[in-house]
């Protein structure tokens, strides 16, 4: 909400006035109450006088459940009248028919806990023997609510017969005679703030010695004599039609562009924003849901964005901008070779086989067809999700320092890419290089798939390891289906740790050879990968391209592909909190797409 809150305990009240449904609340006596800043705890004290008390808003004032503002169901009742009363703050509050249950309650002295909500304007500091205070000397009173625990001791529904006192509008509050020139100066400089007179008028007045009265009565003359209305205590001016969609995307752009990648196009919406701080940007917020920020310090004007704005929202938009850029940039060998799809849900994931049909066979002069059947095979796997909380504090945020934040964020996302490469690795590697179990109980590289080769080093120009790769693609172009039928996958891949890079460039170059029997063979037929986290240093894989033959399969969960960002104002943290959640998983669903040699 946009103003902040102190709550006051009530006694059993006698003020009730049953015809009306209405009753009388003290609802502030000013008393401290402890608050907390970017600077420590204070206690915060409220000037309850005519100058200090903006009653601009009071005429039709809600009574709210709580100081919920999200449903009329919320209003439980209406301000008809205020006043001030020996330094007290009296308010008389009608019940709706509505609120018949609270109103009860209140008769019956059940609910008895007041609260005003208000917003700072002016203050003063000072000392006291329990640390720092501050005087709020004017402040606007937003709204009156019931609530459930009290704060200020001495206000209360007040404990005595009904009054019949005037009601009180913003222009004519009755409030008691003002005898310090300083309060009537205030006053009048109220008043010109309040209807937009300036200072000059409120100087001439100053100047001539008016009165509290006579300076209302040409605050009115003033306001006719210009036709307009009185205007509101703070403008609220912003570009973006009510849109805060706009507002978070354009926010984003600006300060990706300018802060973490400036060689990247700025839309030109977002050019209004791009020097902006994160200050700057935080007033915006709050600017577009209504809320006034003049006189909030820089931690109260932060702190009140994080909770009630879309600020937490356009920090965390950078934060995913960068994190996905550095998760896009990380290359993955095996992810090259592998197959992407889709989870609908954390079950296992089935990959069905099926074998080939039955040949066919000459029907015979009866016209009779011979039924066949098919072969299947299952594997599966399951996704699973995987995550990690980065926090960007207030006090960054104030210091308008974002440097850590998008590193950190490029860093998860990096960790991201890296993650899933590992994962990938894992499976290629376990076992000591055998491989996963397959659904035949056999493990993914075994002579039973024809998938094992005998081992011979990696090494440019040896008959030996042409030999060795003539083999493997062999062994590949016979594999057979369920049936038996050739599957015939065709070799694309080379697949080597950093140990045989070079000599896997050097193994599949286009030589110019002296003769025919020097003419490489693979020269242009097999393409090399190298996976820096392959642990063995020797063995060398030949893989089929993924798109006639399954093997390597990875999936995300349904409508969530690779990392996803949430931000939220900080609990633990206080500051902006991001969740990186990862939901990803990947298992071999076909042998006959990968061939394994253990080098020598």
């Not at 909400?1 to 003020?15: C, G, L, Q, T, Y």
């Not at 709050?286 to 009630?308: E, Q, V, W």
């Not at 005998?454 to 693609?473: C, D, I």
Request: no cysteine; charged share 20%; glycine share 8%.
């Amino acid at each position: 909400m946009n103003a902040i809150v102190r709550a006051a305990h009530a006694f059993r009240p006698k003020s009730i006035d049953d015809e009306a449904r209405s009753v009388e609340l003290i609802a502030s006596t000013g008393a401290g109450v402890i608050r907390q800043d970017f600077d420590g705890p204070f206690t915060e004290v409220l000037q309850v006088s005519a100058a200090a008390i903006d009653l601009s808003r009071a005429e039709g004032m809600p009574l709210l459940d709580s100081h919920r503002q999200d449903g009329l169901d919320r209003i439980l009742g209406v301000v008809r009248s205020v006043r001030l009363e020996g330094g007290n703050l009296i308010v008389k509050v009608e019940f709706s028919p509505r609120a018949n249950a609270v109103w009860q309650d209140v008769r019956a002295g059940i609910i008895t806990n007041v609260s005003v909500g208000y917003r700072p304007i002016e203050w003063r500091d000072s000392e006291g023997p329990q640390g720092r205070i501050r005087t709020l000397t004017r402040w606007e009173l937003h709204e009156v609510s019931l609530v459930a625990v009290g704060a200020d001791p001495q206000a209360k529904t007040r404990n005595l017969p009904m009054p019949n006192p005037t009601p009180v509008t913003p222009e004519t509050t009755t409030v008691p005679v003002i005898v310090s020139r300083a309060a009537v100066n205030a006053e009048i400089r109220a008043l010109a703030e309040t209807f937009n007179l300036g200072t000059a008028w409120a100087n001439e007045l100053i100047d001539a010695s008016a009165t509290e009265e006579q300076a209302r009565a040409r605050a009115v003359e003033a306001v006719r004599a210009s036709n307009t209305q009185p205007a509101p205590r703070v403008a609220i001016m912003t570009q973006h039609e009510g849109d805060p969609s706009a507002f978070t995307r354009n926010a984003v752009s600006a300060l990706y562009v300018s802060r973490v990648n400036p060689r990247a196009e700025m839309p030109e919406p977002a050019r209004r924003f791009a020097h902006m701080t994160t200050l700057d940007l935080a007033r915006e917020a709050l600017a577009l849901r209504g809320i006034a920020t003049t006189g909030l310090s820089a931690a109260d004007t932060i702190g009140r964005a994080l909770t009630t704005s879309d600020f937490p929202a356009v920090l965390g938009g950078v934060g995913e901008r960068v994190l996905r850029e550095a998760y896009a940039q990380v290359p993955a060998a095996l992810k090259s070779v592998a197959r992407q799809t889709t989870a609908k849900d954390f079950k296992a994931k089935s990959s069905i086989q099926l074998g080939d049909a039955p040949m066919l066979e000459k029907v015979n002069e009866h016209g009779e067809f011979k039924y066949g059947a098919l072969a299947d095979a299952k594997e599966s796997y399951a996704i699973d999700t995987f995550g990690k909380i980065v926090s960007l504090t207030r006090k960054a945020i104030v210091n308008d320092d974002l440097g850590a934040f998008t590193d950190l964020s490029g860093a998860m996302g990096r960790a991201a890419q890296d993650f899933e490469a590992q994962f990938l690795v894992n499976l290629l590697i376990m076992a000591s290089g055998a491989g996963p179990t397959m659904d035949d109980g056999v493990a993914l590289f075994h002579a039973n798939h024809n998938n094992l080769g005998t081992p011979v080093a990696l090494y440019p120009s040896s008959g030996s390891v042409w030999t060795s790769l003539s083999a493997a693609r062999l062994a590949m172009r016979k594999q057979t289906s369920l049936g038996g039928r050739p599957v015939s996958p065709e070799p694309k891949f080379l697949l080597v740790p950093p140990e045989l890079e070079t000599k896997a460039e050097a193994l599949l170059a286009a030589l110019t050879p002296a003769s025919a029997g020097d003419v490489n063979p693979f020269a242009g037929k097999l393409t090399p990968l190298v996976e820096p986290r392959l642990t063995s240093a020797t063995a060398w894989y030949v893989i089929a391209d993924p798109a006639s033959v399954p093997g390597l399969e990875y999936a995300y969960l349904q409508g969530f592909e690779g990392p996803q960002i949430e931000t939220r104002a900080g609990f633990e943290v206080d500051g902006v909190e991001t969740k990186v959640r990862l939901d990803f998983g990947a298992g071999f669903v076909d042998w006959r797409g990968w061939q394994r040699n253990a080098g020598a």
